[in-house]
C-alpha cells in the first residue's frame, strides 16, 4: 500500500511540473526564496537571534508596516526573476541589467541618504538656542544697515 501511495504522490508531481513548465531561472528563484524563508524561520525560533521577519517590511520607528519596505521587497523578488529569465533566454542586455542595479542599490541609498538628513535636522534643532517662552518673538528686518 505505502509503494502504491508513494507511485501515485510521484505521478500527481510529475503531472504538475509538466503542466507548469518551470524554466531554469523559476527553479532559481524559487529554490533562493525556498531558502530565505528556511533561514528566517530558523533564525526566528531562536530566542537568542537579533534576526527578526517583521524587521523586513516594519518600519522600526512607528514599528508600523511601510509600503516602501514592501513594495522594496516585492519589486526586489520581481526583478530578480525577470533579470534572470532575460538572462536565461539571451535577452539580457548591458541597459536592463543597469536599471536593476540601480534599483538593488538605489533603494538601499535612498534610504540611507533619507535617514541622514533627518539625523542631521535633528542635531541641528538640538544645537540651536531655545527661545525663552516670555520673551516676544524676534523681528526680523530687511532694512540695509546703518551707514558708520
Do not use: C
Not at 38 to 46: C, E, G, P, V
Amino acid at each position: 500500500m505505502d509503494v502504491f501511495m508513494f507511485e501515485t504522490i510521484l505521478a500527481k508531481t510529475v503531472a504538475i511540473f509538466e503542466a507548469i513548465p518551470f524554466s531554469a531561472s523559476t527553479w532559481f528563484v524559487l529554490f533562493i526564496l525556498g531558502f530565505f524563508v528556511w533561514l528566517f524561520m530558523k533564525a526566528h525560533k531562536n530566542v537568542n537571534s537579533k534576526v527578526n521577519w517583521e524587521d523586513l517590511i516594519v518600519d522600526s520607528k512607528t514599528n508600523k508596516v511601510t509600503p516602501y519596505k514592501v513594495g522594496y521587497l516585492i519589486g526586489l523578488i520581481v526583478g530578480t526573476w525577470i533579470t534572470i529569465k532575460l538572462s536565461d533566454t539571451g535577452k539580457l542586455n548591458f541597459d536592463i541589467f543597469g536599471l536593476y542595479l540601480s534599483y538593488l542599490l538605489g533603494g538601499a541609498g535612498w534610504m540611507a541618504m533619507v535617514n541622514k538628513k533627518q539625523q542631521n535636522e535633528r542635531n541641528v534643532q538640538i544645537d540651536q538656542p531655545q527661545e525663552e517662552p516670555d520673551s516676544p518673538p524676534k523681528k526680523q528686518s530687511f532694512a540695509p544697515p546703518p551707514p558708520e
